[in-house]
């Protein structure tokens, strides 16, 4: 049995700009809940102005995280994207549907969300599971996608903003992978790190919990869904946040270049404008949050990859020496 669904939402913004955020499915982790991880796997762009892609997606769906391929249709000159499951994941069978963009008559846009989607042996159970997790990260989605764009730039500041770190290293991507990759062990390995909960699943799927301890004592709880992609990279999504943040995701990335390894971290923050007064004090604007956060965020990442590195340098000493 084939099901239909529909999800609107108005936003105070141009058709054009809330179509750019639907269309670019990279910027999804940071701006959608529900969504962990994006990737383009394929794209055609065609001469009259539309596309096509083919992508993969990882997120989360009923307290689990999913993953699964996806077609997508994209017609800017109409504010539409179509998608089509190729690959989806139990106990989806099969699944799609369209992002309609229109004028609302008012300079903003009404947005609408359609799915069609089929459960494999149209069992009630399994019918109750998809219509659960269609109706939750649709009303997530459409709630994020409002806020996203309607808050985009607060006092000529965007409120999201990416910056890395990067060590070089005489090393080996193995060593320095497995270092970051095993975060079971950083308890013991980070000296910021007062608290580790951590488990692994199918699939290269991690979810971590750790007590961060910042330079003034205070211990900050973070919770991340991390996907380990071996031998030479691991991304993440941040669950639990502090006050300043609205989003933030990351990468680690290790790269072999010229005899070294780079060792790179990425974060893409997105912050709460309206929190900023509040955290940091009465006085305070958007640029000094965004300096607040680059750097208790890059303190961290680049102690972390100092560790990493001198991890990995001393493994490959004593590969040297025997």
């Known amino acids: 049995m084939e099901h239909h669904t529909e999800h ?44 096509e892609e083919l992508i993969h997606l990882w997120a989360q769906a009923n307290g689990e995280v999913k993953d699964w391929t996806s077609r997508r249709t994209l017609d800017p000159q109409n504010l539409r994207v179509g998608f089509r499951q190729q690959l989806s994941a139990h106990p989806v069978a099969s699944m799609g549907g369209d992002w309609f963009v229109e004028p609302s008559g008012d300079g903003g846009s009404r947005v609408r969300l359609t799915h069609d989607y089929r459960a494999v042996d149209d069992s009630p159970e399994h019918q109750e599971w998809i219509a659960r997790a269609v109706e939750n990260n649709s009303t997530a989605e459409l709630a994020r996608l409002k806020d996203v764009v309607e808050n985009a730039v607060v006092d000529g500041e965007d ?86 943040l609205a989003a933030h995701t990351g990468r680690w990335t290790f790269t072999e270049t010229g005899g070294a390894v780079v060792a790179t971290s990425r974060h893409t923050v997105t912050l709460r404008p309206e929190k900023v007064t509040a955290v940091l004090g009465a006085d305070r604007t958007l640029a000094d949050a965004k300096a607040y956060v680059r750097k208790a965020l890059g303190t961290n990442s680049l102690a972390t990859l100092n560790l990493a590195k001198t991890h990995a340098e001393s493994r490959a000493v004593l590969v040297e020496a025997s």
């Open 8 to 51: 609107t939402v108005l936003i105070d913004a141009p058709p054009s700009e809330v179509y750019a955020v639907i269309a670019d499915v990279t910027r999804w982790p940071a701006a959608f809940t529900p969504t962990v991880h994006a990737e383009v796997l394929e794209s055609v762009s065609h001469d009259d102005g539309t596309g």
């Open 159 to 244: 409120v999201t903003f990416s910056f890395e770190d990067s060590v070089t290293v005489a090393g080996s991507v193995a060593d320095l992978f497995d270092f970051v990759d095993r975060a079971d062990a950083w308890q013991e390995r980070l000296p910021h790190v007062a608290r580790v909960d951590f488990t692994e699943q199918p699939g290269g799927v991690q979810v971590l919990e750790m007590d961060t301890r910042a330079p003034d004592g205070s211990i900050h709880t973070t919770r991340s869904i991390r996907l380990s992609f071996a031998p030479d990279r691991i991304v993440y999504k941040q669950l639990v946040l502090p006050g300043l």
